[in-house]
């Protein structure tokens, strides 16, 4: 189980480079796939669409059960909003648990989107999708009321999609219950990937930027400040 995390050579571990030496085959999503695909040389590749997680896993479970070393491939962190929670499950599923697993870690987007803007997650944070296709929305509406009011710094994956557009405003103004209008806001879109965009603008003004599913959202808590070109949310040490 590999975490490529944003996809180039640069942000990726060494272990993450090297175990395409070790196994046969190569499975992810194909955008994934893309990614890496110059690793990959002569192995066999297993490439599969949007929305086909749980199908990919029992495909690699099954090839390796037929002894065959194999990668799934994971963006960020494969633990992360990953697949490594799905393939465990499905090795439970064929009682096949004695396969030994390696699960790689990689750069997750808000790792990723935090190098960019400065350091906005120095203190305590809270990590929230914002995709209601496994949560409910009640529910992660709930989970950002509770971070706002606990005042933790929130990084926001899937903020925005073509069928879900209203759902970052409702963050925005749930988040103004509890804090400043000038609380500062990151938005960085492809973190560490090719082109990156970053701006920093406020709580009052950021859902007037653009913000699709390539971005991450980092909401400052009570304490963090623009720094020069940075955003920063100081830890508490007293200089």
């Known amino acids: 189980m590999v975490g490529i995390g944003p996809g180039d050579a640069e942000h990726m571990t060494q272990r993450a480079q090297s175990v395409w030496k070790e196994v046969d085959v190569v499975a992810g999503y194909k955008t994934y ?41 994971s963006s960020g962190d494969a633990g992360v909003y ?38 906005p997650l120095m203190h305590d944070f809270a990590v929230i999708s914002l995709s209601d296709l496994l949560t409910p929305w009640e529910v992660i509406q709930k989970r950002v009321k509770l971070a706002a009011e606990g005042d933790f710094v929130m990084a926001i994956y899937n903020p925005k999609s073509k069928g879900r557009q209203d759902q970052i405003e409702w963050v925005r103004q749930a988040v103004l219950e509890y804090r400043d209008p000038q609380t500062p806001v990151g938005i960085v879109k492809e973190a560490l990937r ?40 100081p830890r508490g040490y007293v200089l």
């Open 194 to 233: 090719g082109d990156s965009q970053v701006i920093i603008t406020t709580l009052a003004e950021f859902t007037q930027s653009p913000i699709d599913m390539l971005t991450t959202v980092i909401i400052g808590n009570s304490h963090t400040r623009v720094v020069g070109p940075y955003m920063v949310t």
């Open 33 to 73: 796939i893309d990614l890496i695909r110059p690793w990959l040389a002569e192995k066999k590749v297993v490439a599969t669409g949007m929305r086909q997680e749980i199908d990919r896993c029992r495909e690699v479970v099954e090839i390796a059960l037929e002894g065959q070393a194999i990668a799934l491939v």
């Open 82 to 119: 990953g697949m490594a929670g799905i393939l465990i499950e499905c090795l439970e599923e064929k009682d096949a648990l004695d396969i030994p697993l390696e699960i790689i870690p990689g750069v997750s987007a808000a790792n990723a989107a935090s190098s960019l803007l400065g350091a």
